[in-house]
T-cell receptor
Framework: DAGVIQSPRHEVTEMGQEVTLRCKPI?????LFWYRQTMMRGLELLIY????????DSGMPEDRFSAKMPNASFSTLKIQPSEPRDSAVYFC???????????FGEGSWLTVV | AQSVTQLDSQVPVFEEAPVELRCNYS??????LFWYVQYPNQGLQLLLK??????LVKGINGFEAEFNKSQTSFHLRKPSVHISDTAEYFC????????????FGGGTRLMVKP
């Protein structure tokens, strides 16, 4: 299995631009998570889905952030407009109800200048 | 709600020396415990987990951890570290035994020196 696939791996964008991060989870995983990692705040859960339905988005920092999961094999995290303080590594992760492990992608490294 | 405290943000150690990375948690309900490792520029990878049974858990790469309910701790240990163990280590708890709803600690950077 290819694991959790995220794109882009690295992105540098200007303040005010729209950023879209993409995730392809492992087939069969019914949970999908978006995490953000920064030096200051560590790992934060932004939102998670169960069977493509958003369950808890209380970690989403502001209305500028939105996430969708139109089907079991694809999810996006969008930031519009982006700000320098959004610079971070964004991880997508997935798991199964019957499993005991979350599998992480390699992250999308976002820099907003 | 649950919380996780990793007491050391950085742990420098010489190669082949033993190491212990400390993790304490708080929760009003029973929890399941995990250690993840993050190598530079990579995602997180599961090292080991405690769900039930023996309180001493063995994981990959020679690491082990011991669940201590009375001290609410889950410290990670390795008897002899290698340069390749240099990474960030995260302790996490979940009240879901599927390990899906994880609360992470702040991480401990293990720096192994030759």
């Amino acid at each position: 299995d290819a694991g959790v696939i995220q794109s882009p791996r690295h992105e540098v964008t200007e303040m005010g631009q729209e950023v879209t991060l993409r995730c392809k989870p492992i087939s069969g995983h019914d949970y999908l998570f978006w995490y953000r990692q920064t030096m200051m705040r560590g790992l934060e859960l932004l939102i998670y889905f169960n069977n493509n339905v958003p369950i808890d988005d209380s970690g989403m920092p502001e209305d500028r952030f939105s996430a969708k999961m139109p089907n079991a094999s694809f999810s996006t995290l969008k930031i519009q407009p982006s700000e320098p303080r959004d610079s971070a590594v964004y991880f997508c992760a997935g798991g199964q109800l019957s499993g005991n492990t979350i599998y992480f992608g390699e992250g999308s490294w976002l820099t907003v200048v | 709600a649950q919380s996780v405290t990793q007491l050391d943000s950085q742990v420098p150690v010489f190669e082949e020396a033993p190491v212990e990375l400390r993790c304490n948690y708080s929760s009003s309900v029973s929890v399941y415990l995990f250690w993840y490792v993050q190598y530079p520029n990579q995602g997180l990878q599961l090292l080991l987990k405690y769900l039930s049974g023996s309180t001493l858990v063995k994981g990959i790469n020679g690491f082990e951890a011991e669940f201590n309910k009375s001290q609410t701790s889950f410290h990670l240990r390795k008897p002899s570290v290698h340069i390749s163990d240099t990474a960030e280590y995260f302790c996490a708890v979940s009240v879901d035994n599927a390990g899906n709803m994880l609360t992470f600690g702040g991480g401990t950077r293990l720096m192994v020196k030759p």
